[in-house]
């Protein structure tokens, strides 16, 4: 079984998966994921955005970057009542997991990181996966957070790093790999993936899937976003991603990456079941649910809930793999 989780991917193989005929590609992908996975089953995640706009980066994509004029005010950070009132919700309508996003640049050591922690203690309590996604942490903040209870936290390489200056100019591709790397080491799992339809080519693609998959450890999940253009940021006018390239993408990572939680994340409200079907199919196996993701919409939980029935999927339940250790170390 091993051999299919490697860790030492070249550029060469990479490509000549991704170039591989396309239902050839899919079948392979599906294959390792059947091996893998319990393919019935998809994990619910729900974003709240609890920091909004007003950010000093200048993500060429992003709708909260203060240099955009892209008509998102700017909103203070939540007010742990409320964010767990969210959190409650989401998990009524069948998510496990909650992730918290804030547009910050970094992470400060100061009164609202500390709302932060609280709000993460809060969410953990409810017995759901918690989440974040605030900018560049340090070790130290990486470790509180883990001590709060911080199930994952969500840093994504966006692109390829030949690809990155041209999409973001006020941190490097390094400072981003730094950040992961104290994600792991304070034992908090790691969600890091990118997007695509930001101008880059087939090649940035396999070299940001490169990345990820060599990486001494692959994340625990990877989300593949569609760009959403947003009115205002540079990329307005970028062409809609198409959806073989969507499932391309999807299905290469699921092969590169055979036991990872791939997420076909920012971009549904332009699929149809069909389309999303065939990113299910190609080894996709988590979502974002609820009517927003951070600022831009999304499909409701009851389109979401409709489309599972209809493809026969079920919600994943939350801390699987700790419950499924604990489970075997009873039995033993
Ligand atoms: N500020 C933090 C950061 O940049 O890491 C966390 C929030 S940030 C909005 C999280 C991720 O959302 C980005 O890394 C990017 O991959 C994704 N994202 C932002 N705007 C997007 C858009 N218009 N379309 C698709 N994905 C987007
Ligand atoms: C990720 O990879 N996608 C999510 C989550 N991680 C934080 C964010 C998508 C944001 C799309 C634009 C918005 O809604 O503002
Ligand atoms: Fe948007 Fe995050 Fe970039 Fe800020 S750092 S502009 S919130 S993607």
Redesign the pocket.
Same mark, same amino acid.
């Given at each position: 079984m091993q051999q299919d989780i490697r860790t030492n991917w070249t550029i060469e193989e990479i490509k000549e998966i991704y170039n591989a005929p396309l239902l050839e590609l899919i079948f392979r992908a599906a294959s390792l994921h059947r091996k893998y996975n319990d393919t019935a089953e998809v994990q619910v995640c729900t974003l709240l955005s609890i920091k909004t706009g007003g =950010?000093s980066?200048? =993500?060429a994509y =992003?709708p909260? $970057?203060a240099r955009y004029d892209t008509g998102i005010g700017v909103q203070a950070l939540m007010k742990k009542e409320e964010v767990l009132s969210y959190a409650q919700k989401a998990k009524d309508a069948g998510s496990t997991r909650f992730c918290m996003g804030a $547009?910050?640049?970094e992470v400060r050591d100061n009164k609202d990181f500390d709302r932060v922690l609280d709000m993460v203690k809060g969410v953990n309590e409810l017995g759901m996966e918690v989440c974040c996604t605030l900018?560049m942490l340090t070790e130290e903040q990486a470790r509180k957070l883990a001590d709060a209870g911080l199930h994952a936290y969500n840093h994504n390489l966006d692109t390829s790093s030949e690809h990155y200056s041209e999409i973001?100019t006020t941190r490097t591709y390094e400072d981003r790999l730094k950040t992961l790397d104290n994600v792991r080491k304070a034992g908090v799992t790691v969600c890091c993936g990118g997007i695509i339809g930001l101008g880059e080519t087939h090649e940035d693609r396999i070299k940001m899937l490169h990345t990820l998959s060599t990486m001494q450890k692959h994340p625990d999940s990877v989300p593949i976003n569609a760009l959403v253009p947003i009115k205002g940021t540079p990329l307005e006018h970028n062409r809609k991603v198409d959806i073989w390239d969507m499932v391309r993408m999807i299905a290469t990572a699921r092969i590169l990456m055979p036991a990872t939680m791939v997420r076909l994340s920012a971009g549904r409200t332009d699929m149809s079941v069909a389309e999303q079907a065939l990113c299910f199919m190609a080894g996709a196996n988590s979502i974002f649910a609820g009517d927003k993701l951070l600022t831009t919409p999304n499909p409701s939980f009851d389109e979401d809930n409709a489309m599972f029935e209809l493809l026969g999927l079920k919600p994943r339940v939350a801390f699987k793999e700790e419950k499924q250790y604990l489970h075997e170390m009873i039995e033993a």
């Open positions: =950010c980066e200048d =993500c =992003c909260q $970057a $547009a910050w640049r900018g973001i």
